[in-house]
């Protein structure tokens, strides 16, 4: 299975809102509404952030939102904040009954 | 809550088996709508999935590792494990034990994760 394509880095100044963008196929991103991100910082594990494409877990600032058109899923993040500075990284679910993760992109806060 | 603890050598020599415990607390493995699974992230790169397993028996794991991956569930010890056959230094990576609602990237609970390094 191939991974999900992300951007390799991203980069916003503190109040701007920014998109991640997560490519797959019909057998995965775009088959199914079984996408979530991940939030990673250095030394850390993963945190869910946001799943099933829109929805996000109790305790997860509604600063972050999900969407999904097509093959296409992205992570926006509004009111950027220095503490938003992290790894991202989008999961799918595929037809193959597997998971399937993006390359992961880096956030920078100017 | 939840909390999920891997342990297992730091140390594996090339084409030996990496083999890795996690010990699940605040939690049963039998839980009906969990998936118990395990991914890596070798050092400065991307997450990956290994591979998932319900306390039921059913399994699921990455193609590209299949061949080489057993994942079990001890529901007496409430534990899950990892073994992965003829490591090569490859397979370096930090190993992260975690559950998911059922077998969905929804993966709301990880372990801190534990440093793999196949070196001789």
Known sequence: ?110 | QLQLQESGPGLVKPSETLSLTCSVSGGSVSSSTSYWGWLRQPPGKGLEWVGSMHYSGSTHFNPSLKSRVTISVDTSKNQLSLKLSSVTAADTAVYYCAKSYFLQPKIDSWGQGTLVTVSS
């Open chain 1, 1 to 110: 299975q191939s991974a999900l394509t992300q951007p390799a880095s991203v980069s916003g100044s503190p109040g701007q809102s920014t998109t991640i963008a997560c490519t797959g196929t019909s057998r995965d991103v775009g088959g199914y509404n079984y996408v979530s991100w991940f939030q990673q910082h250095p030394g850390k594990a993963p945190k869910l952030m946001i799943y099933d494409v829109t929805s996000r877990p109790s305790g997860v600032s509604n600063r972050f939102s999900g969407s999904k058109s097509g093959n296409t899923a992205s992570l926006t993040i509004s009111g950027l904040q220095a503490e938003d500075e992290a790894d991202y990284y989008c999961c799918s679910f595929t037809s193959s009954n597997t998971l399937v993760f993006g390359g992961g992109t880096k956030l920078t806060v100017l």
